[in-house]
């Protein structure tokens, strides 16, 4: 039912920024929740930070650095990353889930293709 298509990854120093973006095609979009994962070659693909009932929920390792938006009108969700570093590298994916609830169970429906994310020391 959603498609999500991210866009905005590529290769940045460290210490820089960059600002990825998730577009959704689908009549429920606003209902969703939204969050962004990763995964690094040879790693095991992890969570990075969600938006779901109105709250933004951050891993440890990248809370202060980076933060999650949504544009509704625009069927859009941002992943904004400042203070990038190196181990930061990895393959970032965008997921849709259709129960909006933060009480859980966490279940992603949909996924994007993945937009790469290259900091260089």
């Known amino acids: 039912q959603v498609q999500l298509v991210e866009s905005g990854g590529g290769l940045v120093q460290a210490g820089g920024s960059l600002r990825l973006s998730c577009a959704a095609s689908?009549?429920?979009?606003?209902?969703?929740?939204m969050g962004w994962f990763r995964q690094a070659p040879g790693k095991e693909r992890e969570f990075v930070v969600s938006?779901?009932?109105?709250?933004?929920y951050y891993a440890s390792s990248v809370k202060g650095r980076f933060t999650i938006s949504r544009d509704n009108a625009k069927n859009t969700v941002y992943l904004q990353m400042n203070s990038l570093k190196p181990e930061d590298t990895a393959v970032y994916y965008c997921?849709?889930?259709?129960?909006?609830?933060?009480?859980?169970?966490?279940?992603?429906?949909?996924w994007g293709q993945g937009t790469q994310v290259t900091v260089s020391s």
């Open positions: 997921a849709a889930d259709s129960n909006n609830s933060d009480n859980g169970p966490f279940e992603y429906d949909y």
């Open positions: 689908g009549r429920t979009f606003s209902s969703y929740a």
């Open positions: 938006i779901r009932s109105g709250r933004n």
